[in-house]
């Protein structure tokens, strides 16, 4: 039987989360900055104060709302071949993060600044893996102008996996080109909104709050229905009570107020039930992002998902270390394992560390492998009159010749590969073979993997037509000013932060 | 489908009933000699092998086609090759046992079975083998190597025993012999005289090849 999911509210104590945030909705609502979002919520009932920019949601509307978001969703690879059903019943796992840093022992620092290449590695890299079905922009690319990091993104992305590919929703301008690009690529809008590609993520800002260049590229994504990751990361003790109660509470209606947008933009829109909310260290007022407490909200956030019937998202393999030691080992365990006991169905982060601002390709491959290890956890034990195995008890522990075991036997050959899961970087051999074998730490066996993996992957061909297409689009992308960018955004400021700390501004100024 | 494809196919299915309907039956047809048959079975015991240590296949797998393979031989083409008076090539005979008070096999057994899918002759005595036991049988068979295993602090010791009783009766130069086990180390091996040691089934093949050339 699969195991029972980890259940942290009892059926009381989600109800009464969700009576409270539903309190938190009607009486002070989200403040939404998007003059464009306000009106149309208002045009579907919800109550809006134009001077504070305050959004109220009646329980009804919400209630309403709840009732046209699909319980699953299949996510397809570039040429449609690869497929992935995300669901409220299963697991799936995935990248996500933002990683300004890459692993490089031969750095002074043991880390360096991401660049391009990096970032194409990262996608070549998840395009190998097993048990990884998504890259989303991870790996920033340092050395891409800002505003043209999308566009370059989707061009690596239909060049270097067979796998979908998320990005985030940041404003309308680049998210429309991410859809008119994905668009060309397999072949019209239809296709696209038929066959998904693409994941969004939609970040709203603990407490309460959705910025506009968020609810701008929100609005694409749900038109096409690709769908999107509504994850508030708020803190608890800074951007949310320290009770991760009132924490799960306050990012519970910053959900549901996201949610209710995507489906009055467009009933029917995907959506993930998502989280990347961890705690603030009360002693640093550093974020925790291996904390076992990410590892509690995950949960909650995952029954709550459960009790709207919503896929969810959240992260695991989250580590607050600075290097790939021990720490870093046990927090990202710790984080997946209780992540997919919860119950979630999109876990993410894999091969990021240091709050998943630092990357490592080594420890993508070694995340590939424990995701291996937690998929066997939760898959539990089977039970049959076969996997008993009366019979070849018997028969072993009957057998005249002395030290006879159940290695040869045929029942051991027909159930070893469904009962047992084969580690491909674990080393479990005895310590004369492991020395012959050149006395390789798991690092440095991951390491080996990375290389061979990049050096035996093939980029995929396209059509000269579609590929012309792409670069121009690229170019036109590039030629954009940044008064440009923020008119199309109805931004008037000289700077944009984005949710991840990165800022854009403009470069002459 | 080829001889050895249908062979490879009963190999692989573990269908010893099959292998040796088979082969007795090519043998009664004439299609087919005993030593013809032998290296047919050889091939496949490296393919097996291969697909092993390219972590295609598991020790299962290895280990059952050994057995399947293993009776076969010893009840259809060993007696078809003796009744024409004629001798089977080996890499070489290895006796090979867990010694007293030990009742642990598995990691033996894997190197007999290693053994055998190498080309090596091999008379795999169980456990709880007696120095008596382990001389006697190597002195039936010609036997080139004597294996011992030992999983226990407390039965390492009967190792040395056997090496004692070997030189005791004058005959530690016509065998060489190989330790192994969980307790025992390359130290001990040198202690009580071996001539080889290994840490495990792979490792053992290495240890035996390169002690027999000697």
Not at chain 1, 91 to 105: L, N, R, S, W
Not at chain 1, 250 to 261: C, F, K
Not at chain 2, 188 to 210: H, L, M, N, S
């Amino acid at each position: 039987m699969k195991l029972k999911k980890i259940d942290v509210f009892s059926q009381n104590e989600l109800e009464e989360i969700h009576s409270a945030s539903l309190e938190l909705l009607a009486s002070v609502g989200m403040k939404v900055d998007s003059d464009k979002a306000r009106a149309i919520l208002q045009q579907n009932g919800a109550e809006v104060n134009e001077d504070t920019h305050f959004v109220k949601f009646s329980e009804s509307l919400i209630k309403e709302k709840l009732k046209s978001v699909p319980s699953s969703f299949t996510l397809h690879g570039p040429d449609g071949k690869f497929k992935a059903t995300v669901d409220v019943n299963h697991t799936e796992f995935a990248t996500i993060g933002t990683p300004v840093k890459i692993y490089d022992p031969d750095h002074d620092k043991g880390v360096r600044k991401t660049v391009m290449a990096d970032t194409i590695n990262q996608i070549r890299i998840v395009d190998s893996l097993e048990n990884v079905i998504c890259s989303h922009i991870d790996v920033w690319p340092n050395d891409i102008k800002y505003t043209a990091i999308h566009a370059h993104c989707i061009y690596q992305w239909v060049k270097n996996t067979k796998k979908p590919y998320g990005l985030g929703c940041l404003g309308r301008l680049a998210s429309q080109d991410m859809m008119n690009l994905a668009s060309l690529i397999v072949g019209g809008d239809e296709e696209l909104i038929k066959h998904p590609r693409l994941v969004g993520f939609m970040n709203p800002t603990s407490p309460l709050h959705l910025p506009q260049l968020m609810t701008n590229g929100f609005e694409v994504f749900t038109k096409y229905k690709q769908p999107t990751i509504i994850a508030p990361e708020a803190l608890a003790g800074t951007s949310s009570p320290v009770t991760l109660a009132g924490l799960i509470t306050q990012t519970n209606a910053e959900i549901l107020g996201s949610v209710a947008l995507s489906q009055i933009y467009n009933p029917g829109a995907p959506i993930f039930y998502g989280t990347v909310s961890h705690i603030t260290d009360m002693r640093t007022g550093n974020s925790a992002m291996g904390s076992v407490e990410m590892g509690l909200i995950t949960a909650g956030i995952a029954q709550l998902a459960r009790y709207y019937n919503i896929p969810s998202r959240g992260p695991g393999c989250g580590s607050d270390s600075k290097v790939l030691d021990l720490q870093n080992g046990y927090e990202r365990m710790q984080t997946l394992m209780l992540a997919a006991q919860a119950g979630i169905n999109y876990i993410t982060c894999a091969g990021t560390y240091e709050a998943t601002l630092v990357e490592a390709l080594e420890l993508l491959v070694i995340d590939d492998d424990l995701i291996g290890m937690v998929k066997r956890a939760i898959e539990g034990i089977t039970v049959t009159e076969d996997t008993i195995g009366i019979n070849v008890i018997k028969k072993v522990a009957t057998t005249e010749r002395k030290g006879v075991n159940f290695l040869a036997e045929k029942h051991t050959k027909d159930h070893m590969k469904n009962e047992l899961y084969f580690p491909k970087l674990s080393d479990r051999n005895r310590r004369a073979t492991w020395y012959k074998k050149g006395a390789k730490d798991i690092i440095i066996r991951a390491s080996e993997k990375v290389t061979e993996i990049l050096q035996s992957h093939q980029v995929n061909d396209l059509p000269k037509e579609l590929e012309e297409k792409l670069l121009n689009y690229i170019k036109e992308v590039e030629a954009r000013t940044f008064d440009e960018y923020k008119k199309a955004e109805d931004l008037m400021v000289d700077s944009i932060t984005l949710p991840d700390g990165i800022e854009i501004k403009d470069e002459k100024k | 489908m080829s001889i050895e494809e249908k062979m490879k196919n009963l190999v692989v299915e573990w269908d010893e009933d099959g292998l040796k309907e088979f082969c007795s039956s090519l043998l009664e047809q004439k299609r087919s000699s005993a030593e013809e048959l032998l290296k047919i079975i050889g091939s496949i015991m490296k393919f097996i092998g291969d697909q092993f240590e390219n972590e295609e296949i598991f020790l299962p797998d290895l280990i059952g086609a050994a057995n399947v393979v293993k009776t076969v031989i010893d009840e259809v083409l060993d007696p078809a090759i003796r009744a024409i008076g004629g001798e089977k090539n080996t890499l070489g005979k290895v006796v090979i046992g867990t010694v007293e008070s030990d009742v642990h096999s598995i990691g033996k057994d894997l190197v007999a079975s290693f053994l055998f899918s190498n080309g090596f002759e091999v008379y795999n005595l169980g456990v709880e083998v007696t120095a008596e036991e382990f001389i006697n049988k190597a002195e039936e068979v010609s036997a080139d190597i004597i294996g011992m295993s030992s999983l226990l602090t407390m039965s390492m010791d009967f190792q040395k025993q056997v090496i004692e009783e070997l030189i005791k009766r004058g005959l530690r130069d016509k065998y060489k012999v190989i330790v192994g086990g969980a307790p025992t180390s390359e130290e001990w091996a040198k202690q009580i005289g071996a001539d080889a040691w290994a840490d495990d089934a792979i490792e053992a093949i290495a240890a035996i090849k390169k002690i027999i050339k000697n």
